[in-house]
């Protein structure tokens, strides 16, 4: 549909073929004026090329290993049932005795996950 305008006049936001518009309320954004129709590839890349990108938080908890010995060998174990522990990486040598574990995990449910260390061989 091809707008009709008055005297020749643009407003942005207002249909003049519908008698006395008072004119778009609101906020516009990124407004582009073309002097041909796009295509409709040419509106997805336009579309593409304007998407905002989201940035998301996730919960995650990197372990600290406390009381640990210098020089001893450790296995980090990790589980969500206390009954079934499942050895996680490599074991590491204590450099003192607070080990930050170099690994961050996703928690979503943060009493759903335990962690534990046992000396290694």
Wanted: hydrophobic content about 45%.
């Amino acid at each position: 549909m091809v707008p009709r305008y008055v005297n020749d006049n643009f407003v942005v936001g207002m249909a003049p073929e519908f008698g006395t518009a008072t004119g778009f309320i609101g906020f516009l954004d990124d407004v582009r004026i073309f002097n041909r129709a796009l295509s409709v590839a040419e509106v997805g890349e336009l579309y593409l090329f304007d998407a905002p990108f989201q940035v998301n938080s996730r919960k995650a908890i990197r372990p600290v290993l406390e009381g640990v010995v210098a020089g001893q060998s450790y296995q980090l174990q990790v589980t969500t049932d206390p009954s079934l522990w499942t050895n996680w990486g490599n074991s590491f040598i204590a450099t003192n005795s607070t080990h930050i574990y170099s690994e961050a995990f996703d928690v979503d449910i943060w009493d759903k996950l335990f962690f534990r260390a046992r000396t290694a061989p």
